[in-house]
């Protein structure tokens, strides 16, 4: 591969997808941070000694969670090592995220030659796996990096399976056993979802190359070495998943139930510009331009042989890839419910949009096969055009327009203060790795003073220990701790560490027996009266041991198996630099042999893709697309409305303007935090009629604006607030006002001030209209080109005296500057009034277009007779009457034709 010129052009494009790497500090994912934190614990470890930690011991603020023991080491152990070579956490989380970017690549690239694809074909599939949507997002915005770890490996997996299939030797058996180990200790879920893609894969292989059917038991046999070789995790991951809360991840938002998508989200079109969402929607899609570069393949299916003279490898290639992205697609819609519920552990994967991650490689190989399927004197172009649509596809999502994280010297008092400040205690989702005799939740401990003083906590409580009790601390280590203890009587001792199989405690080098504290789950054992020393100590248990030496044998006996095949030749320091001499006096000639061979294509391709990345030019388009922040997109107003110096209301959209009782009304709010902030804010929705007593008539209230915690804001970001108000069946129709404010969370009496008044709270300036079905009149009516009656509800006949109402339908003809009075008067055929009634109105915050109810309330009439309608408006004190465009010859006013009866 490293002499194809489509290897290193492939290179040349992936690098623009890790462009963003270079900014500083890491991206301001959803969980990148987590993962840091995790290395950080790791190395932590290291330092003492232990290589393979399966109790984090400062997580949970100091109590510790079995971390290690249940989730995939191996990207902890990447950010390790990079800490233990001196670099600092940041970079030793970027450099392996770097690498993995390159490396999944380069296994495509492996994969698409393997099947016999071009060096063009190879190209376009390795650089489409690198920015597909899904792992594009995972990097920049999800930041699940043992998941993107996983997905890394998955086309290694293949590729070595392949060899080790085709040629059984041990080498690439061992090589394939290996991988599929180190696919094992980064993520398990995606192991999971990887088995039956591999499954396939293996016996797709020995059909395509025509292998004897023996070479199934070669694959369970690499399957068996690879479960081996991770046994000392997996199997004790898979044993032990009874003492912890795991059912959590089956409960409530991460029951499967919920996740499913819909055709339209698995291929909808990904962000092409920075929008500033802060809580931007989950963009879970597969990319139509990733799916139209992709249909050109079904041309393999259709022709017999390809521009190589064989093509039942590329055949059967698109078929395969074409079956698994199609079975794929099917276990993440809804008509895939059954069979989530009927296999065994796949409910925690907890997403059904999970299979978007290895969904990615069948979709890469089938863009590379598409390449080899166009016309070879067009194939230069669409090799360009691929790669320009797969960098464009992904622009929205390269780059993450929040605030860089910067980790400068963390330490567990900084790990502490992010558990703390987003719930996330032992840096886990909802407590599911918790030992399961742990009640509730865990908001803090005793030990957090040690770790701001910088010294290792003392894990044995003295509190209840009985009067004149005496202990003294002989060695502090974060799994081995050994105190002198002289107790006047003899009870049981409390240590600040969460119980878990693997924590002993021996008074006098002899084990005693320990067990669980009710609802805290600390550690307590019996302790005799005297003088004694105690030792805490976290010690594997035995069938972890076996499991651990299980997985160093066969790691041992693979190597010796393969260095026992190499031959090795004696070594010539003469001979070396006589040859190292005349290669390097080769390279300028091999540099220009090499340029004569590249075609005009693959000039344009070296050259475009150098020029983009020196030029930064992914970042510079981005950068001219991103939005202001006072500019939410899909505001229907916008505002400037600052809460306490704190927050500010932006924007917001109401639709639809006019409902009905009993429905719903969406009001979306747009916030933008002005500076950082320690406390979480509520956010709460009043509706008051505009017009009469200021009640309370519906609401709606959110713990967390945009469901984001208003101390986890981003001051780079904006939030879309979406809000549902229920409009009650019993509202009476009408205006009226929206008022929005902010408290203290669960602290509803603490509302923050608007900035420059009194008030508590912002009313919009658009009211909203709860309709009434009222009969339209004939001939709409125009008052001053600006207010239109269109309908009119009243009795025919009313009793004499007897008070009555009728209702009115209004709609504003455009923007109106000026609140006018309606009037109404009842007059006899002679002209005299009967009754009469004048409403101020606030037509001023009329929404255009939205039809008004108004109920006019008039006075009983004294005298029977038959009474006609005058209706009008006018704008008080000037009394400039809004001229009806049907005006009687008596006055400015409309005479409403229907008259009526006083009996």
């Known amino acids: 591969m490293a002499r194809e010129r489509g290897f290193w052009l492939m290179l040349l494009w992936t690098m623009l997808v890790g462009m963003p790497m270079l900014r500083p500090g890491l991206p301001p994912t959803e969980d990148g941070v987590i993962h840091a934190y995790r290395i950080l614990e790791m190395h932590r470890l290291w330092q003492t000694g232990v290589f393979y930690p399966r109790w984090a011991p400062d997580l949970a603020f100091g109590l510790g969670i079995?971390?290690?023991?249940?989730?995939?080491?191996?990207?902890?152990?990447?950010?390790?090592?990079?800490?233990?070579?001196?670099?600092p956490l940041e970079l030793s989380v970027k450099i392996p995220l770097a690498g993995l970017l390159l490396l999944g690549s380069i296994g495509v690239y492996g994969l698409a030659r393997r099947w016999g694809l071009s060096e063009r074909a190879a190209l376009v599939a390795g650089l489409a796996f690198a920015s597909v949507p899904f792992r594009v997002r995972e990097l920049y915005w999800q930041g699940d990096f043992p998941q993107y770890l996983a997905l890394s490996l998955l086309p290694w997996v293949l590729l070595m399976l392949h060899h080790a299939l085709q040629e059984p030797r041990w080498g690439w058996r061992f090589a394939a056993a290996g991988v599929i180990a180190l696919l094992l200790l980064s993520h398990n879920i995606s192991a999971l979802l990887s088995a039956p893609l591999l499954a396939g894969y293996g016996i797709g292989v020995i059909w395509v190359e025509r292998l004897p059917i023996r070479r199934v038991r070669v694959g369970l046999q690499i399957a068996a070495l690879g479960m081996g070789l991770a046994a000392f995790f997996v199997v004790p991951a898979m044993a032990d998943r009874p003492l912890v809360h795991l059912d959590r991840l089956l409960q409530g938002e991460y029951d499967f139930r919920k996740h499913f998508l819909d055709p339209g989200s698995l291929f909808s079109l990904p962000p092409l510009y920075d929008d500033r969402l802060g809580n931007r929607r989950l963009i879970l899609t597969l990319g139509p331009h990733q799916a139209l570069l992709a249909l050109p393949a079904v041309g393999w299916l259709v022709r017999r042989k390809n521009v190589e003279g064989g093509g039942l490898r590329p055949r059967a290639l698109a078929m395969g890839c074409g079956g698994a992205l199609a079975g794929m697609i099917f276990m993440m819609l809804p008509a895939s419910r059954q069979v989530w519920e009927q296999i065994l552990l796949l409910a925690y994967a907890e997403f059904p949009w999970r299979w978007l991650g290895p969904a990615a490689l069948p979709m890469a190989l089938l863009i590379g096969l598409a390449v080899d399927v166009v016309p070879r004197r067009v194939q230069g172009l669409w090799v360009s055009i691929a790669c320009g649509?797969?960098?464009?596809?992904s622009?929205?999502?390269?780059?993450?327009?929040?605030?860089?994280?910067?980790?400068?010297?963390?330490?567990?008092?900084?790990?502490?203060?992010?558990?703390?400040?987003?719930?996330?205690?032992g840096l886990i989702s909802v407590g599911e790795l918790f030992p399961r005799?742990?009640?509730?939740?865990?908001?803090?401990?005793?030990?957090?003073?040690?770790y701001r003083a910088g010294e290792e906590p003392i894990r044995l409580d003295p509190d209840p220990l009985p009067p004149g009790a005496a202990v003294r601390v002989l060695e502090r280590k974060a799994l081995d701790q050994r105190y002198v203890v002289d107790l006047p009587v003899g009870g049981s001792v409390r240590f600040y560490v969460l119980a878990f199989p693997g924590w002993t405690v021996r008074v006098d080098g002899r084990p005693v027996p320990v067990w669980a504290e009710a609802q805290t789950g600390w550690l307590r054992a019996e302790v005799p009266a005297g003088l004694h020393e105690v030792r805490l100590r976290f010690k594997p248990l035995l069938e972890w041991r076996l499991m651990e030496l299980l997985s160093a044998g066969l790691t041992l006996a693979g190597i010796g198996r393969l260095a026992s095949g190499f031959r090795f030749k004696r070594f010539a320091p003469s001979r070396f630099i006589t040859r190292s001499l005349h290669r390097m006096a080769d390279v300028p000639h091999h540099i220009w042999a090499s340029w004569n061979a590249w075609t005009v294509s693959e000039r344009a391709l070296l050259l475009l893709g150098g020029l983009a990345l020196l030029s930064q030019a992914p970042y510079r388009l981005?950068?001219?697309t991103r939005l202001p922040l006072d500019r939410p997109p899909g505001a229907q107003t916008y505002l400037h409305i600052d809460y306490a110096e704190q927050i500010r209301l932006i924007g917001y959209r109401m639709?639809?303007?006019?409902?009905a009782p009993g429905s719903q009304v969406r009001l979306t709010l747009w916030w933008r935090p002005l500076r950082p902030m320690e406390t979480q804010y509520s956010v709460y929705v009043h509706a008051y009629p505009l017009i009469g007593e200021p009640r309370l008539a519906f609401q709606s209230d959110h713990m967390h604006p945009a469901d984001v915690p208003t101390n986890a804001w981003d001051m780079e970001r904006i939030y879309q607030d979406i809000h549902f108000l229920q409009v009650p069946e019993e509202a009476e129709p009408g205006l009226y006002r929206i008022r929005v404010g902010l408290y203290k969370r669960l602290n509803p009496g603490s509302r923050l001030r608007i900035d420059g008044s009194e008030e508590d709270a912002f009313e919009l300036p658009q009211p909203l209209v709860i309709t009434r079905a009222i009969a339209p009149i004939h001939q709409p009516v125009v008052f001053g080109g600006k207010i239109r009656l269109?309908?009119?509800?009243?009795?025919?006949e009313v009793p004499i005296g007897t008070p009555w109402t009728i209702w009115l339908a209004f709609e504003a003809m455009n923007d109106l500057e000026t609140d006018y009075t309606l009037f109404v008067h009842v007059v006899d055929e002679k002209g005299q009034a009967g009754s009469q009634r004048d409403l101020w109105q606030p037509t001023s915050r009329w929404p255009t277009g939205t039809v008004i109810p108004i109920a006019m309330p008039l006075d009983g009439i004294p005298r029977p007779g038959r009474y006609t309608l005058r209706i009008g408006w006018y704008a008080w004190p000037e009394m400039l009457h809004l001229l009806p465009d049907m005006a009687s010859a008596s006055g400015p006013f409309y005479v409403y034709p229907v008259p009526i009866s006083v009996r």
């Not at 929205?396 to 205690?425: F, Q, W």
């Open 66 to 87: 079995p971390l290690f023991h249940f989730l995939g080491p191996l990207f902890a152990w990447l950010g390790a090592m990079g800490m233990s070579m001196g670099f």
């Open 395 to 425: 622009l929205g999502l390269l780059y993450n327009g929040g605030t860089p994280i910067r980790l400068l010297r963390p330490s567990m008092v900084d790990l502490h203060a992010y558990e703390r400040r987003h719930r996330y205690p």
């Open 622 to 624: 981005w950068a001219a």
């Open 655 to 659: 639709e639809p303007a006019g409902v």
């Open 437 to 450: 005799w742990v009640v509730g939740e865990i908001e803090g401990s005793p030990l957090e003073g040690a």
């Open 790 to 796: 269109a309908g009119m509800e009243g009795p025919s």
């Open 389 to 393: 649509a797969l960098i464009t596809g």
